[in-house]
T-cell receptor, first 115, second 111 residues
Framework: GAGVSQTPSNKVTEKGKYVELRCDPI?????LYWYRQSLGQGPEFLIY????????DSGLPNDRFFAVRPEGSVSTLKIQRTERGDSAVYLC????FGGGPETQYFGPGTRLLVL | ELKVEQNPLFLSMQEGKNYTIYCNYS?????LYWYRQDPGKSLESLFV???NGAVKQEGRLMASLDTKARLSTLHITAAVHDLSATYFC???????????WGAGTKLIIKP
């Protein structure tokens, strides 16, 4: 079946602009995660959704970052007033129920470059 | 704070050789994952290890977990070029869904 998809695959924007990154999880997966990966580093947790609600947003770096999942499927990560330090690969993952020993399945990522 | 350290961070080796990647973590955890990432591609799950002494094998890769030492190893046997990738370990916080990741080990296998 289809895996996790993310759009766009690449996004170039200017400092101060607003961007939206989209994640389409595996059908039927109730848990959805956003991570950020900088060059040469492992992914860094941002936020976790269980269904429509953000169960844990403790990884969001500041209030410029916000994510929604209104219907419990597709999620959008929103970044306001982008800064050059926001440049990274933003990864989305999903799992069947969330938590425990489940495997998280990752999308290909969105490469964000803030000029 | 849970910290995860991998070593080495970079490894270049010849085909046919054996080697081991190490993943140390700083506090108790109930699960450990190994993922593979090819350049520009998504993270692919390799193994999930849940208990002390757990060992899993797939092809030329074998992963093990020692929860007392807070150490996992990924052993590569008779390496082949197709195994060239970056390998990450990730540790789950007890009763939590967050994964804390190592920095990755970039593995290059020369034909």
């Amino acid at each position: 079946g289809a895996g996790v998809s993310q759009t766009p695959s690449n996004k170039v924007t200017e400092k101060g602009k607003y961007v939206e990154l989209r994640c389409d999880p595996i059908s039927g997966h109730t848990a959805l995660y956003w991570y950020r990966q900088s060059l040469g580093q492992g992914p860094e947790f941002l936020i976790y959704f269980q269904g429509t609600g953000a169960a844990d947003d403790s990884g969001l770096p500041n209030d410029r970052f916000f994510a929604v999942r209104p219907e419990g499927s597709v999620s959008t990560l929103k970044i306001q007033r982008t800064e050059r330090g926001d440049s990274a690969v933003y990864l989305c993952a999903s799992s069947l129920f969330g938590g425990g020993p489940e495997t998280q399945y990752f999308g290909p990522g969105t490469r964000l470059l803030v000029l | 704070e849970l910290k995860v350290e991998q070593n080495p961070l970079f490894l270049s080796m010849q085909e046919g050789k054996n080697y081991t990647i190490y993943c140390n973590y700083s506090t108790t955890s109930d699960r450990l994952y190994w993922y593979r990432q090819d350049p520009g591609k998504s993270l692919e799950s390799l193994f999930v290890l849940l208990s002390n002494g757990a060992v899993k094998q797939e092809g030329r890769l074998m992963a093990s977990l020692d929860t007392k030492a807070r150490l996992s190893t990924l052993h590569i046997t008779a390496a082949v070029h197709d195994l060239s990738a970056t390998y990450f370990c990730a540790v789950g916080l007890d009763s939590n869904y967050q994964l804390i990741w190592g920095a990755g080990t970039k593995l290059i296998i020369k034909p």
